[in-house]
């Protein structure tokens, strides 16, 4: 059984301030998504990452897929209370003998990130 | 542009009761799928589906059904509602592998 392990599971920040989320896994991922869920509504997707080492940069968040694309992280500059919300990650997978048939996409339980006024 | 609508946004159900949870999504995606959230636990995928006519199960299966007739529409239902089952329930689509568009859930009580 694949498992993500999403780090921490609750923050709480004052706007202006720097974080880094974390999704760790002892799997590795043919790509990873990362996603933001806001109250009563579905996760949004931001990112999906696919190759070891790979950055991307999305205005003030920017995402890493670790070198054996087991773990990524999320690092967000100057926080502001809009980017308040749940962040999933999910690491997609493809068993060797499925032949692309079996796609799987395992989600962790997220990080509850709350920026203050 | 609609996206991906789920009805109802709300239910209460008796256990043993039976109903449809209805998604449609306008964007002619092949990808549907089905995922519960229960508080703290993620989202686990409950069946998909690549296409018009075709469905497959996925980690949460048991209790609940599907069908894809047409491209646009994907009902779950559960046919004997059961405390277990009380849940938010997403659907989503994509036009290639991994759920890219949410709807904005389900939340469904089972009392």
């Known amino acids: 059984t694949q498992l993500l392990e999403q780090s921490p599971q609750f923050l709480s920040i004052q706007e202006g301030e720097n974080l880094t989320v974390y999704c760790n896994s002892s799997?590795?991922?043919?790509?990873l998504q990362w996603y933001r869920q806001e109250p009563g509504e579905g996760p949004v997707l931001l990112v999906t990452?696919?190759?070891?080492?790979e950055v991307k940069k999305l205005k003030r968040l920017t995402f890493q897929f670790g070198d054996a694309r087991k773990d990524s992280s999320l690092h967000i500059t100057a926080a502001q209370p809009g980017d308040t919300g749940l962040y999933l990650c999910?690491?997609?997978?493809?068993?060797?003998?499925?032949?692309?048939?079996?796609?799987?996409?395992?989600f962790g339980k997220g990080t509850l990130l709350t920026v203050n006024p | 542009n609609a996206g991906v609508t789920q009805t109802p946004k709300f239910r209460i159900l008796k256990i043993g009761q039976s109903m449809t949870l209805q998604c449609a999504q306008d964007?002619?995606?092949?990808?549907m799928y089905w995922y519960r959230q229960d508080p703290g636990m993620g989202l686990k995928l409950i069946y998909y589906s690549v296409g018009a006519g075709i469905t497959d199960k996925g980690e949460v299966p048991n209790g609940y059904n599907v069908s894809r007739s047409t491209t646009e529409d994907f009902p779950l239902r559960l046919e004997l509602a059961a405390p277990s089952q009380t849940s938010v329930y997403f659907c989503a689509s994509s036009y290639s592998r991994g759920p890219k568009h949410f709807g904005d859930g389900t939340r469904l009580s089972i009392l």
């Open positions: 799997s590795v991922f043919s790509s």
């Open positions: 990452v696919v190759t070891g080492g």
């Open positions: 999910a690491g997609a997978s493809l068993p060797s003998n499925s032949g692309g048939s079996n796609y799987k996409l395992t």
């Open positions: 964007m002619n995606h092949n990808y």
